[in-house]
């Protein structure tokens, strides 16, 4: 799916540490990135339940909290989910747990191409009109939650901000400058959207920042194709594939 929409501007956005350290030091880390849901509570709890109670009046009430978790969940990532429930009961809202990613990126270790060409995609009903806040444990580019408030805004629901554990991103607001964005329209024209499946505009502030750093589309082109061969062989290395 392209993504046409960027996260809305109105849109508020919390997080608790700018790198993900933090959490990588607590106990249950490695226990909760393989799945144990026991144990991404244990982390959220220790972790971020103050900070959680601190913008409790910051956080509109009543929404629905999604975050982007893979359908074959087994052995995946249990944080994202777990907290959008612990999210949910603070906030007095809703856990979607309908809608989907359908595979797993693997961003974990992956540098901004790598991240640009593997884009999630998701399914599951949205509710129309209805108020979404995307959860997630660690955001660096934004993309994944950009395509999941991409997917939620194309199918009528309205997305009204983020929560994250980290935001490593070096711009920690989610959209993107405005002479970034021009920029790359006069030096690229549609070709970003043919290459990425992104329209120009919906790219994130540290997309379009790290976009901005080429000069030509033939230079985007091989960085694509060396990211392609490095991917392969990050994942081929830890048995992926």
């Not at 935001?167 to 400058?177: D, H, L, P, S, Y």
């Not at 970003?192 to 540290?206: C, D, E, S, V, Y």
């Not at 230079?219 to 990211?227: F, G």
Request: charged fraction near 25%; charge should be neutral.
């Amino acid at each position: 799916m392209e993504r046409i929409y960027a996260l809305p501007k109105s849109a508020s956005h919390f997080h608790l540490f700018d790198k993900d350290s933090f959490i990588k030091a607590h106990d249950s880390y490695k226990a909760a990135k393989a799945g144990d849901a026991e144990a991404a509570f244990t982390l959220i709890k220790d972790l971020a339940l103050d900070f959680l109670l601190t913008i409790q009046n910051k956080v509109p009430h009543h929404c629905i909290f999604v975050s982007p978790y893979a359908q074959e969940a087994t052995g995946d990532n249990a944080i994202p989910l777990i907290l959008s429930l612990v999210c949910a009961d603070i906030f007095k809202g809703t856990s979607e747990i309908d809608i989907v990613q359908l595979q797993r990126v693997f961003h974990t270790g992956a540098d901004p191409m790598e991240r640009l060409i593997s884009r999630p995609s998701f399914e599951g009903a949205v509710q129309p009109n209805k108020n979404y806040i995307l959860v997630d444990d660690v955001t660096s580019m934004g993309g994944t939650l950009a395509d999941l408030a991409n997917y939620i805004q194309i199918n009528n629901g309205i997305v009204c901000g983020t929560i994250t554990l980290v935001n490593a991103g070096r711009e920690k607001e989610f959209t993107a400058f405005t002479k970034h964005i021009k920029l790359l329209q006069e030096r690229f024209g549609d070709e970003i959207r043919k290459q990425f499946g992104i329209h120009i505009p919906a790219l994130t502030a540290n997309e379009a920042s790290y976009l901005v750093g080429f000069r030509t589309i033939d230079e985007i082109r091989n960085r694509c194709l060396k990211a392609e061969k490095e991917r392969h062989l990050r994942l081929l290395s830890k048995g992926y594939v």
